[in-house]
């Protein structure tokens, strides 16, 4: 029986999940290779150090690993590798882009597939409260954190599963357990991944992730009695998910019905939570409630507040570089963030813009990312792009940096003036998230 030729596009995540989970060990198909987009901030390939999915992880069928090519020679592969199928695996991408890349696999004469739910979702022994989003920087892990806080508070063993991108040497990063930013520091994350870890562990939260999230799974049960799924992006949950909260941005009305795969967690939220309404438009927060009606009227509806502190006495008066979650305001097409709010309410006397100080990196992303509002993304997924963020902070010269990533920056830039942290947490105005566990008591076993 002849095997059907796979490529399957992707961002080094949701990729690797589909290969585990679908086509891994099936002697029906053959992955000839995967590909990369560099649209999604994880650099160009000659910067990735792996660039094959390696044989450890590939399994029976694949001794020399899968090649990992850009996803600008999709044709050329399609061409040289008889492929008979595109798998289209990533994610917080227009609805317009995901069928674009479709017409370039059609094209060339190859079908156009993409995974659903029932085909990569695992099955988890224990429950599973899953916390997703429409769109990348929707406050996905403030409302997972949240929980994982609240079901500790009711004596249970909290596991955070994360789906981030893994940059290093994937087949030691097929388990990640971090306890500690000591555990950070080990594995040498990159900011990205610093950005999503940091806030669980100043929580006092196991967090897991990696590459084979089958193998992840086994060993987050094994020490845990409930499992937080905490997604990456805006991508579906990689577990069943026992409940299902879905987090949107009013800042970004309408966003959920136009992007993939956030769309798909939109119509599956058993709770649609809008969030940071406290600093948008009123009639964004209606807009989204609407959509909600009209595309999931089962969903319930959670309003809530993403509050934002700093130091006061730091930022008023002073000359403020703001620098913001880079996904955030690049895939996820914010002009800014909560840096930016967090300046302006605590009375910085001048917004430094970054870009006349941009170099390297960094300076390429200002010119790709036109909609940015004097802001500096905290790109960081090579040492070489830390370094271009030192510098151009340096360059700018501000008499402080404020900080609206997730993480301490401070922890790992060396710059010439103060960093002060933006803070930002979920306040619930309606339903809170305890009634939320309570009303699922049983099937959480609370």
Sequence with gaps: MSQTRIVIMGAAGRDFHDFNTVFRGDERFEVVAFTHTGTQNIGE?????????????????????IPIRSEAELETIVDEEDVDTVVFSYS???????????????????????????RMMLHAEIPVVAV?????????SQTARKFADLLRERAKDVAVVREPMPYGDLVAQRVQRFESMGD???????????????????????VYAGVDYEAILDRAQEEAEIIVWDGGNNELPFYVPDIHVVVADPHRAGSELRYHPGETNF?????????KENTADENGVRGVEENIRQTNPDAEIIHANSTITADRDSIAGKR????EDGPTLTHGDSPSGAGLIAARKYGASEIVDPEPAAVGSLKRIFEEYKHLDRVLPAMGYSDAQVRDLETTIRNAAPDIVVSGTPHDLARLIDVD????????????????????????AQVLDL
């Design 45 to 65: 390939l000659e910067e990735l150090p792996n660039r094959r999915y390696p044989p450890e992880l590939a399994g029976d069928g694949y001794p020399d690993g």
């Design 92 to 118: 917080d991408v227009s609805h317009e882009h995901v069928m674009h890349q479709a017409s370039r696999a059609l094209a060339s004469g190859a079908d156009f597939r993409l995974i659903g739910p029932n």
């Design 132 to 140: 997703d989003a429409v769109r990348t920087g929707c406050g996905k």
């Design 184 to 206: 950070l520091d080990e594995s040498d994350v990159t900011i990205e991944e610093r950005e999503e870890y940091e806030g669980h562990i100043e929580c006092g939260h196991v």
């Design 267 to 275: 119509r599956l939220a058993d709770y649609v939570l809008i969030n």
């Design 320 to 323: 403020v570089l703001v620098v």
């Design 417 to 440: 003036c103060p960093i002060v942290r933006v803070r930002y947490e979920l306040e619930e105005k309606n339903i809170t998230l305890g009634t939320v566990l309570d009303r699922h």
